[in-house]
C-alpha cells in the first residue's frame, strides 16, 4: 500500500502568470511620450536651423530656438559664437540705427560681418590674454563703468541711455567695457614685452623724392663715402654727430630710441629689423634721403603689429564662419563709412549727454 501512494501524481495546476500589467502600461506610455517629445524636440530645431541659416528668420519662434539651441554662427578654435551671441550683439545695433538714423542703415550683412568679426576677434583676445597672463577683474569694470556715468550725468542717465540708444542693459553693456579694456590691457603687454623692438643709430644724408638727378647723386656719393669711413674703422657716433642731416638724432650720435614695427617708414624699418646688434646696413633709400643705420640692441620675438599678431593667431587657431562671409558689394561705399562709424565693431558704445 505505501509503495502505491507514493506513485501517486498531484494533479498540475491551470496558473498562467499575468503578461501585462498597470505598471508596465505606463512605462510604456512614459517611454512613447518621451519619444514623441524628442522627436518634436529635433523636428522644432531642425526647422529653425533650416530658417536661421537659409530664410534668415528674425521671428520670435528663431529667437527662442536660438536660446535653447546653440546653433554656431562661427567656430573659432574650441570656442563656439552662438547665433544667440550674434543676434544680441546685431540687436543693439539696429537698435541704434532706428533710434538715430534709420536712413542710414547699412546693409544687415555688412553689420552682421562686422559683428563676427568682432566676436571672432574676442574669442582670439580671451585666449591670448589668458596665455599670456592678463586679465580684467570685476572691479576694474565696475570703475570703468562708474568713470562712464561720473562723465556722463550718473548712473540714472547712462541706464536711460543705453535703454533708449542701444535696448542695452547695464549687465551687457559691462560686457562690453570688460572686453575693450581686455583688448587694451592685451595690447599694451604685447608693446612693452612680445614685440619686437629695435634700438638704432643713423647717418641721413637728406634728397628729397623730386630732386634732380644730379643732387641725388651727389647726396649718394656723400653718404656712401661715410660708410666707407665706417667699414674702415671710423667711429659710427662721431660721423653721425659731424654729417647726420637728421636733426633730431644727429646731437645724441644718431641715436634713436626703441622703436617697433610699423612706427618707421617701411624701407628704413625692413633694413633695421634685418640686422643684428652691432650689425651696419648698406646704404638704406627712404623718402627722406640715404640713411646708414647701426643696430645697437633688440627686445622682444614678435616683429609684427598687434593687429596682424591677432590675425595670425586667429588663422592658428583654425576659424569656421557660418555667418558673416558675404562680400559687401563695392557699390556700397556710404554703407561701409557708416558701419565703421556705427557700434559695430571694437568700441564700447560710451552714452553722451
Not at 95 to 111: N, R
Not at 306 to 319: A, S, V
Not at 321 to 331: F, Q
Amino acid at each position: 500500500m505505501k509503495q502505491e501512494e507514493s506513485s501517486v501524481e498531484l494533479p498540475k495546476l491551470g496558473l498562467k502568470l499575468p503578461l501585462k500589467s498597470k505598471k508596465m502600461d505606463w512605462f510604456k506610455i512614459g517611454v512613447i511620450t518621451i519619444s514623441v517629445i524628442a522627436f518634436a524636440y529635433w523636428v522644432c530645431i531642425i526647422v529653425a536651423g533650416v530658417g536661421i541659416y537659409k530664410s534668415r528668420w528674425e521671428n520670435k519662434f528663431a529667437k527662442v530656438m536660438e536660446k535653447i539651441f546653440p546653433y554656431p554662427a562661427a567656430v573659432v578654435g574650441n570656442s563656439l559664437i552662438t547665433m544667440d551671441d550674434l543676434s544680441k550683439e546685431v540687436g543693439y545695433i539696429n537698435y541704434f540705427y532706428q533710434k538715430t538714423a534709420p536712413e542710414q542703415m547699412p546693409d544687415s550683412s555688412l553689420i552682421e560681418k562686422q559683428v563676427v568679426d568682432r566676436l571672432i576677434q574676442e574669442k582670439v583676445l580671451t585666449k591670448l590674454s589668458r596665455d599670456n597672463g592678463v586679465s580684467i577683474s570685476t572691479k576694474e569694470v565696475d570703475e570703468q563703468y562708474n568713470k562712464i556715468a561720473d562723465e556722463n550725468g550718473g548712473e540714472d542717465k547712462v541706464k536711460q541711455i543705453l535703454n533708449d540708444l542701444y535696448g542695452l542693459d547695464v549687465k551687457s553693456f559691462k560686457h562690453l567695457i570688460q572686453a575693450q579694456l581686455l583688448q587694451e590691457k592685451l595690447r599694451d603687454k604685447f608693446e612693452k614685452d612680445l614685440q619686437m623692438q629695435v634700438k638704432a643709430r643713423h647717418i641721413l644724408i637728406k634728397s628729397a623724392p623730386d630732386a634732380p638727378a644730379e643732387v641725388k647723386a651727389a647726396a649718394q656719393a656723400k653718404a656712401t663715402d661715410i660708410l666707407n669711413q665706417i667699414k674702415n674703422g671710423a667711429d659710427f657716433l662721431e660721423l653721425a654727430k659731424q654729417h647726420s642731416e637728421d636733426e633730431a638724432s644727429q646731437g645724441q650720435g644718431g641715436e634713436l630710441p626703441f622703436f617697433s614695427k610699423g612706427q618707421n617708414v617701411v624701407e628704413f624699418e625692413t633694413a633695421a629689423f634685418s640686422l643684428n646688434p652691432g650689425e651696419i646696413s648698406d646704404l638704406v633709400e627712404t623718402q627722406y634721403g640715404f640713411h646708414i643705420i647701426k643696430v645697437e640692441d633688440k627686445k622682444g620675438s614678435i616683429n609684427s603689429t598687434f593687429e596682424d599678431w591677432l590675425k595670425d593667431n586667429e588663422k592658428k587657431m583654425w576659424t569656421l564662419r557660418l555667418i558673416g562671409r558675404k562680400v559687401v558689394e563695392e557699390s556700397q561705399p556710404a554703407e561701409e563709412e557708416a558701419a565703421s562709424a556705427s557700434p559695430a565693431a571694437t568700441e564700447t558704445p560710451v552714452p553722451a549727454q
